[in-house]
């Protein structure tokens, strides 16, 4: 699968994500055409709170409405934007809109964005980081940056650098997909991050007796406490999820249980009616996104 860790590693295309386009260099084109004609939007899910179900903030996710091909997921134009060197471009046009948005919410909710190892591997990040905040004079704690496990199989002293020129900005650092990587432990004992996110790998099937999911996000959740941070389980879809969830210590929930990823104007609109979220009372479709 194409999946958007492991720069360097051989990544395999699924045919039908290709079946559109003549070529790889087309969907390439395509890529460019769209930062060109405002063809990306953010779509924005809520992220809750385990203690009183208010919502905290939101992940910022893209989205890509082609004209002619139709909306085509990140998880499959991401890694082809890292590979053909656009992604600097698309991660400075999210990061901006994100901060941008979240400067219009009430209170102190947050904003979540996913950083490309690529861009973390840039020196410039930091300096992007500081200009997107202040041009949205957005205070820097109510901007998160999610990043992946892979950023640490390069350069680790690089990685520390990093880590600690964000952190000096005074933003949110989480630590994304936990657990789905190939990444040792070690490098939580220095990453000052503020949160993990437990991936939904292991939310789904932990409500089921029996199955080891639920023991494995326990320890992450002591793991993380112990460490001082907060976690953050993705991808919950029934209300057994949050009950099990809420008596495994999460600290926060994301999932279409809460809300599917919505438009701008939509999270305004959830979070003006009153920040606590009412989870939804019906199953919802696990395949479609
Ligand atoms: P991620 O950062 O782990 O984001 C969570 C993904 O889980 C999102 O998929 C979200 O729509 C999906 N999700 C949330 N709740 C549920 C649920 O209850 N059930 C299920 N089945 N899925 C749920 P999405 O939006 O398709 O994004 C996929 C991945 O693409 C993201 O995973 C992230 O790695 C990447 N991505 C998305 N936007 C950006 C971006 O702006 N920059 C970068 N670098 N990567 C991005
Ligand atoms: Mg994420
Ligand atoms: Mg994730
Ligand atoms: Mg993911």
């Not at 996913?114 to 949205?136: E, G, H, K, M, R």
Request: some cysteine.
């Amino acid at each position: 699968a194409a999946k958007g860790d492991g720069r360097g590693v051989q990544r395999f295309y699924r045919p039908e994500m290709l079946a559109g386009a003549q070529s790889r260099k087309q969907l390439e084109d395509h890529l460019r055409e769209a930062l060109i004609e405002d063809q990306f939007h953010l779509a924005y899910q809520p992220v809750v709170s385990t203690k009183d179900a208010h919502i905290v903030g939101f992940e910022a996710l893209l989205r890509w409405e082609h004209p002619t091909r139709g909306a085509i997921s990140p998880a499959d134009f991401i890694p082809i934007a890292e590979d053909c060197g656009l992604i600097e471009r698309i991660g400075e046009w999210v990061l901006r809109h994100a901060c941008a948005e979240a400067a219009r919410w009430p209170g102190n909710v947050r904003v979540a964005v996913n950083v490309s190892p690529i861009q973390f591997a840039n020196p410039s990040l930091p300096a992007l980081v500081a200009s997107a905040i202040a041009n949205a004079e957005l205070p820097p704690e109510r901007l998160e940056l999610e990043i992946t496990e892979s950023v640490f199989v390069e350069d680790s002293d690089a990685a520390e650098r990093m880590f600690r020129n964000l952190k000096a900005l005074g933003v949110r650092l989480a630590l994304d997909d936990f657990g789905t990587g190939y990444s040792s432990l070690g490098y939580l004992k220095t990453a000052p991050f503020d949160k993990i996110k437990i991936d939904q790998s292991f939310v789904r099937g932990a409500a089921v007796p029996g199955n080891r999911n639920a023991a494995i996000i326990r320890a992450i959740v002591m793991l993380a406490e112990t460490l001082g941070m907060e976690t953050t389980a993705e991808g919950l879809e029934v209300q057994d999820e949050i009950d099990l969830i809420r008596d495994l210590g999460c600290s926060h929930i994301q999932g279409y249980v809460y809300g599917k990823p919505m438009r701008a104007a939509e999270a305004r609109r959830r979070l003006e009616a009153g920040a606590v979220a009412q989870p939804l009372g019906f199953r919802v479709s696990r395949s479609p996104r």
